[in-house]
Structure formats: C-alpha cells, structure tokens
C-alpha cells in the first residue's frame, strides 16, 4: 500500500507562484512514477507532469512546459510541483499519483494505483 498526502494548493492572482508537495508513505516499489493530475469543474482529469523516480527523467504536459518543474526528495519521500507564472485556466484540483508502471504512458490516469486526496489550485485575472 501507498500513501499520499498533498499539500500547498492556495489562491494567487494570474502570474503568480506556487509549490504542491507530496509525500508518500508505503512500498518504494509501487511508485516507480510519481504525477500530478488536475482537474477542473466540467473537465476531464489531465496529466501535469511526471518524475520517473528511480532516473529523475520528468515529464510535461505541453500546456505547462517552461512555468512547472517536477522535482523529487528522496531523504523525505516526497514529490514537487514547483508552478511558476500560474494562468487562470490552470485553475483546478490538483492530485498526486502513484505508478509501478506506466507502460501506457505517463499521463495515463489508469497506470495509477494511488492517488492523493487533491488540494485546491485557483488563480485569478
């Protein structure tokens, strides 16, 4: 079993920043990948981003790809997502997940056995 436990959502005006963290508690073997997902009101759940934890290698959405920065702390079993120039429309619920696999690809919401409970981005104009 794995656990994970979000933080550091908030409300910034447009062009802001903030950073997400999660940290996992639970088998090291069952998040070879940890992601960020978000989902907005009327909307599909996305992939953010995605750390392959045992290389670093990362991976981006392309609608977030130069303001967002996955990051990883071994020593604290935890997972970043660093949000800088923040735009209304990345307004949502943000959720930490957990893989062993992603064979079907990082951003695929279904590779994911673990999920956090969500925390709350909004951004406004």
């Known amino acids: 079993q794995v656990q994970l436990v979000e933080s550091g959502g908030g409300s910034v005006q447009a062009g802001g920043s903030l950073r997400l963290s999660c940290t996992a508690s639970g088998y090291t073997y069952s998040r070879n990948w940890m992601a960020w997902f978000r989902q907005a009101p009327g909307k599909e759940r996305e992939g953010v981003a995605a750390?392959?934890?045992?290389?670093?290698?990362?991976y981006y959405a392309d609608s977030v790809k130069g303001r967002f920065t996955i990051s990883q702390d071994n020593a604290k079993n935890t997972v970043y997502l660093q949000m800088n120039n923040l735009k209304p429309e990345d307004t949502a619920m943000y959720y930490c997940a957990a893989a062993r696999f992603a064979s079907g690809g990082w951003s695929n919401e279904y590779e994911y056995n673990y999920w956090g409970q969500g925390t709350q981005v909004t951004v406004s104009s």
């Open positions: 750390i392959y934890t045992s290389g670093g290698a990362q």
